[in-house]
T-cell receptor, first 117, second 108 residues
């Protein structure tokens, strides 16, 4: 399968602990995105990388959140000092520059479901 | 990005065409219409997108009105596996803004 992969698929942690999620994009894609989805809502944009550069961060991404893409391939999303409000599905998507113009088409991974107790 | 309006839910009979409407009356000239769907507990799946012409692929057809203020996603022969939340998104850049979508239930 050459789609976007995310690990782990599920994570249960206690409040105050740190967690890290990994995303492996489609191999030729140079753009990578993180979204968060809470129960009953649509996904919300968190941040965006082009190669290794983080080009935008949503105001939803508090100081406890950090994302990296060190070599322009896989990406990690770390949440420090987790809170119960961080419980959500964390989705990763990737895309390559559209040759036809307009926005890229983003392809999503299966997500990591985080439960903070 | 322009805001979209979709009905919250709709039912469809298996084997029949499903027509999903989306209103985007404030769309600007350089904004595209994207459709994604999300089957329970999975990541969103890309379906189709267009700017002003009608588009068709192996999954669906997208009909955009001439004034571009609304569009319809057509699933030609709905199956039970098409049961999902369908999102209509209007965007001109990389930031996808998902609304509540339409919950489509395909019934046997």
């Amino acid at each position: 399968d050459t789609g976007v992969s995310q690990n782990p698929r599920h994570k249960i942690t206690k409040r105050g602990q740190n967690v890290t999620f990994r995303c492996d994009p489609i191999s030729e894609h140079n753009r990578l995105y993180w979204y968060r989805q809470t129960l009953g809502q649509g996904p919300e944009f968190l941040t965006y990388f082009q190669n290794e550069a983080q080009l935008e961060k949503s105001r939803l991404l508090s100081d406890r959140f950090s994302a990296e893409r060190p070599k322009g391939s896989f990406s990690t999303l770390e949440i420090q000092r987790t809170e119960q409000g961080d419980s959500a599905m964390y989705l990763c998507a990737s895309s390559s520059l559209s040759v036809a113009g307009g926005p890229d088409t983003q392809y999503f991974g299966p997500g990591t479901r985080l439960t903070v107790l | 990005d322009a805001k979209t309006t979709q009905p919250p839910s709709m039912d469809c009979a298996e084997g029949r065409a499903a027509n999903l409407p989306c209103n985007h009356s404030t769309i600007s000239g350089n904004e595209y219409v994207y459709w994604y769907r999300q089957i329970h507990s999975q990541g969103p799946q890309y379906i189709i997108h267009g700017l002003k012409n009608n588009e068709t692929n192996e999954m669906a057809s997208l009909i955009i009105t001439e004034d571009r203020k609304s569009s319809t996603l057509i699933l030609p022969h709905a199956t039970l596996r098409d049961t999902a939340v369908y999102y209509c998104i209007v965007t001109k850049d990389y930031k996808l803004s998902f609304g509540a979508g339409t919950t489509v239930t395909v019934r046997a």
